[in-house]
């Protein structure tokens, strides 16, 4: 049998950090590629963001965590299911970190990847911003006493040639796996998902405060006809007062919400979109099967 030196490796990796410590960017510039919707979106539910990066010598599936503002402490019930289950599904755990900064939110980011029991590494980013590259020594010497980390690697997420030595060292810690995805792929996301995460942004920007958490956007139908989009979506809110708030007056927040999303959707898909939009007020949408299986709750 022949045996290669370096054998095939493929895993997950659970991205954590506080906010604003670059973790969209890491992502984008480790796949190579803008992944459109990166940004940190507190209303994200089961579902995450996966980057891959796939290089001849493994593939690393990358799961950016929500990094909520308030830190981990404040995460819903939504958002704590989805980084706990990043981190179950996860081979490999990443601390992003800001150099020179060291917060309550990063240390609560770190005792996340603690209890998680996976391997960790920690990533310093914006390395770029420090000029004297000696004073980043104690920081770095001090966050390697902080735990258990196979390696401590100091970044500028911009800087093609750091992603390419991150990637070096992470890609041996995976296990020996075959690739999941083809290669070409570098997220799983397709637009069905993005109109969803767009539609739900909308609702979060018009209502804000107003809304809890337990909305939810089903789309019903996706075609594609002589270079128009037409979508046709549910949202389900739960309360019948909460059906009427999305509505608005006469149906004039509905309206804008359907307005703007459809805007959006048209710069991702650079095509004309046609959205329709209604509310469905059910109490029970979180235990009804067909709508949890439209919403991609299938497992
Ligand atoms: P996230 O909230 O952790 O996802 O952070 P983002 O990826 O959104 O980045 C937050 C800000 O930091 C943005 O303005 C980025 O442009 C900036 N940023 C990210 N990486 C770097 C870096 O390596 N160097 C510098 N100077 N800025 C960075
Ligand atoms: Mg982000």
């Given at each position: 049998?022949?045996?290669?030196?370096?054998?095939?490796?493929?895993?997950?990796?659970?991205?954590?950090?506080?906010?604003?410590?670059?973790?969209?960017?890491?992502?984008?510039?480790?796949?190579?590629?803008?992944?459109?919707?990166?940004?940190?979106?507190?209303?994200?539910?089961?579902?995450?963001?996966?980057?891959?990066?796939?290089?001849?010598?493994?593939?690393?599936?990358?799961?950016?965590?929500?990094?909520?503002?308030?830190?981990?402490?404040?995460?819903?019930?939504?958002?704590?299911?989805?980084?706990?289950?990043?981190?179950?599904?996860?081979?490999?755990?990443?601390?992003?970190?800001?150099?020179?900064?060291?917060?309550?939110?990063?240390?609560?980011?770190?005792?996340?990847?603690?209890?998680?029991?996976?391997?960790?590494?920690?990533?310093?980013?914006?390395?770029?911003?420090?000029?004297?590259?000696?004073?980043?020594?104690?920081?770095?010497?001090?966050?390697?006493?902080?735990?258990?980390?196979?390696?401590?690697?100091?970044?500028?997420?911009?800087?093609?040639?750091?992603?390419?030595?991150?990637?070096?060292?992470?890609?041996?810690?995976?296990?020996?796996?075959?690739?999941?995805?083809?290669?070409?792929?570098?997220?799983?996301?397709?637009?069905?998902?993005?109109?969803a995460e767009i539609i739900r942004e909308q609702i979060f920007r018009?209502?804000?405060?107003?809304?809890?958490?337990?909305?939810?956007?089903?789309?019903?139908?996706?075609?594609?006809?002589?270079?128009?989009?037409?979508?046709?979506?549910?949202?389900?809110?739960?309360?019948?007062?909460?059906?009427?708030?999305?509505?608005?007056?006469?149906?004039?927040?509905?309206?804008?919400?359907?307005?703007?999303?459809?805007?959006?959707?048209?710069?991702?898909?650079?095509?004309?979109?046609?959205?329709?939009?209604?509310?469905?007020?059910?109490?029970?949408?979180?235990?009804?099967?067909?709508?949890?299986?439209?919403?991609?709750?299938?497992?």
């Amino acid at each position: 049998a022949l045996e290669t030196a370096h054998p095939y490796r493929s895993g997950y990796v659970a991205l954590l950090g506080r906010p604003n410590v670059g973790k969209s960017t890491l992502l984008n510039h480790l796949v190579g590629q803008k992944i459109s919707i990166t940004a940190p979106r507190p209303q994200t539910t089961r579902d995450q963001i996966l980057g891959i990066l796939t290089r001849p010598d493994g593939q690393a599936l990358f799961l950016d965590t929500p990094g909520v503002h308030g830190g981990y402490r404040s995460l819903n019930r939504h958002l704590l299911r989805a980084t706990r289950g990043a981190m179950e599904s996860a081979d490999l755990g990443v601390l992003v970190v800001e150099a020179m900064l060291w917060m309550e939110d990063d240390a609560e980011a770190l005792r996340w990847l603690q209890r998680s029991g996976l391997p960790l590494l920690a990533v310093v980013n914006k390395i770029d911003k420090i000029k004297a590259k000696e004073r980043l020594f104690p920081y770095l010497q001090n966050l390697t006493e902080r735990a258990n980390f196979v390696a401590v690697v100091p970044v500028s997420a911009r800087k093609t040639s750091d992603m390419e030595k991150l990637a070096d060292i992470l890609i041996p810690l995976l296990p020996t796996a075959p690739a999941i995805f083809p290669e070409d792929q570098v997220t799983d996301r397709n637009l069905r998902f993005m109109a969803a995460e767009i539609i739900r942004e909308q609702i979060f920007r018009q209502l804000g405060a107003e809304l809890p958490y337990d909305t939810a956007v089903a789309i019903e139908s996706y075609q594609v006809e002589n270079g128009q989009q037409r979508i046709e979506a549910t949202i389900y809110c739960r309360r019948p007062g909460q059906k009427a708030i999305i509505l608005g007056e006469g149906g004039s927040r509905l309206r804008v919400i359907g307005s703007r999303a459809r805007e959006a959707l048209q710069q991702l898909t650079e095509e004309r979109v046609w959205l329709g939009l209604w509310v469905k007020q059910k109490e029970q949408w979180t235990e009804d099967t067909h709508i949890l299986r439209e919403l991609g709750y299938d497992d």
